[in-house]
């Protein structure tokens, strides 16, 4: 038996700048679009591996949520706590450069870290933490 990471879920919160950043800035591949306005949730995902895709949902609509639940969420949103994703590249600070050039928030140059990672950090337009290291 073997189980694998098919699927992990971001928030989005303008479905449109999402799948423009993802698909226009980290180069990824659009798999599915499906639902319209706010309501859509966008499948992406790296080029050349079609067995890990990241989807991009509207936040809070679970209907088992308390409004305090959704209250808390769109919160952690905002302040750029509430969803993360680690990525590696092969080229960090080309990677980087390309990210800079754009409008996107940048929480981290690349830097070596005292773990032995050399990493970077910035916010996807929903405010999600996304770092990349440098793979091996």
Not at 53 to 74: F, K, Q, Y
Not at 105 to 123: L, W
Request: contains cysteine; negative net charge; glycine residues 8%.
């Amino acid at each position: 038996m073997t189980i694998t990471i098919d699927t992990t879920v971001l928030p989005h919160t303008d479905p449109d700048e999402s799948l423009a950043f993802y698909r226009d800035v980290l180069h990824f591949e659009v798999r599915n679009d499906v639902g319209t306005g706010a309501m859509r949730w966008v499948s992406v995902g790296p080029a050349g591996q079609p067995d890990v895709t990241l989807l991009l949902a509207p936040p809070a609509i679970d209907p088992g949520l308390t409004d305090d639940e959704r209250r808390v969420i769109s919160e952690m949103m905002a302040k750029g706590t509430y969803g993360w994703l680690l990525l590696a590249s092969d080229d960090l600070d080309g990677l980087f450069e390309r990210v800079q050039a754009t409008d996107t928030e940048i929480v981290q140059e690349p830097t070596d870290q005292p773990y032995g990672e050399r990493d970077c950090a910035f916010r996807d337009p929903a405010g999600n933490l996304i770092r990349i290291k440098q793979a091996r």
